[in-house]
Each structure stands twice: as structure tokens, then as C-alpha cells.
């Protein structure tokens, strides 16, 4: 069985178990990535998420395949594996780039992992080593209100990191 159709099961298992919620969904699907975080090996999932593009300097990251298994309880594998892969790349280019990919990212999604958005910000987007050593940010799939959570997040987004941010069709 294949990575998606593990999620999907894992998912459609959860919610045959506990009704889906009409309102106040966020805490629900916390609830959900986390029971697959735990079904599923977490490297696993790391690596069929956030990788390195083969023979490339940018980490690539897949928002829609991180939100099935994105909680609290893995925000810490999440940044020691960016981490990771910055590292591997800066050894190499010297420098590195982030592509994302924000296919179906909502404001109430920016909500529900602030947390970690405020944590990578800070590492990635503020005046750091880690900051210093990026080129560009290519966000793919922008939603509509990108501008208003570049705003919502801002002081943790220095100038000159914001200007690295590019927005691709």
C-alpha cells in the first residue's frame, strides 16, 4: 500500500470513529493528523513531505501530503528534518532555496499551526545564519489571502527575507 492510500485509510478510519465535526473542526483534525503521526513511521512521512529536489538546492515542501500528519506533537521532527536538509545543501551550494507548495492553505490552517509558522519564520525568515544562507522561497499555489498571513506573521519576517519570497504560477 502506498504512502496516500495509507493516509487515507488512516484518516477515513478516524473519522468512521469519531463523527466529523460541522464546526470547530481545527482541534479535530489535530486530533486526526496526530493518530496518523502515530500509525505511521514519522521519517516516513518527513521524507514524502519535505525532501531535497534530487540534483537541486531546494528543499521542497508538500503542504497537502504535511497537513494529514501536521500537530503539535510533530513540529519538532519537522524542524530538526528542515534543518537537516539546509544543512546537507548549504554543504554543497553553500547557500539553499525552499519551494512550497500551499495548495489548499487557508487562513484558519495558519491558525491552527501558528506555532510552527512563528518557529520556522524565526529560523528561516528573521536575521539568522539560516536566513542568510537562503535565496529565494518559490511559493507555489499561493491562496487568495497570502498577503493578509505575510501580514499576520510579519514581525517575525525581516525585510530583506520577505523580499526572497516569490510567488510562482
Known amino acids: 500500500m502506498n504512502?496516500?492510500?495509507q493516509l487515507a485509510k488512516y484518516k477515513g478510519q478516524f473519522y468512521s470513529d469519531n463523527k466529523k465535526n460541522t464546526f470547530?473542526?481545527?482541534?479535530?483534525?489535530?486530533?486526526?493528523?496526530n493518530e496518523?503521526?502515530?500509525?505511521?513511521p514519522i521519517e516516513k512521512l518527513l521524507n514524502n513531505s519535505i525532501y531535497i529536489i534530487p540534483n537541486?538546492?531546494?528543499i521542497y515542501i508538500d503542504y497537502p501530503m504535511i497537513k494529514q500528519?501536521?500537530?503539535?506533537?510533530?513540529y519538532d521532527a519537522i524542524s530538526?528534518?528542515?534543518f537537516k536538509l539546509n544543512t546537507i545543501i548549504i554543504k554543497q551550494y553553500g547557500y539553499f532555496n525552499i519551494r512550497v507548495n500551499l495548495k489548499s492553505f487557508t487562513v484558519t490552517a495558519a491558525q491552527r499551526y501558528s506555532d510552527l509558522i512563528k518557529q520556522f519564520c524565526s529560523l528561516y525568515l528573521n536575521d539568522t545564519t539560516q536566513s542568510n544562507s537562503i535565496q529565494s522561497i518559490q511559493i507555489y499555489n499561493r491562496p487568495?489571502?497570502?498577503e493578509m498571513l505575510l501580514n499576520m506573521f510579519s514581525p517575525f519576517i525581516n525585510k530583506e527575507s520577505?523580499?526572497?519570497v516569490e510567488f510562482v504560477k
Open 36 to 40: 496518523i503521526a502515530k500509525q505511521i
Open 3 to 5: 504512502l496516500d492510500d
Open 56 to 58: 537541486c538546492d531546494f
Open 69 to 74: 500528519y501536521l500537530c503539535p506533537e510533530t
Open 80 to 82: 530538526e528534518h528542515m
Open 162 to 164: 520577505r523580499d526572497k
Open 144 to 146: 487568495t489571502v497570502m
Open 24 to 33: 470547530f473542526k481545527g482541534k479535530q483534525k489535530l486530533e486526526c493528523a
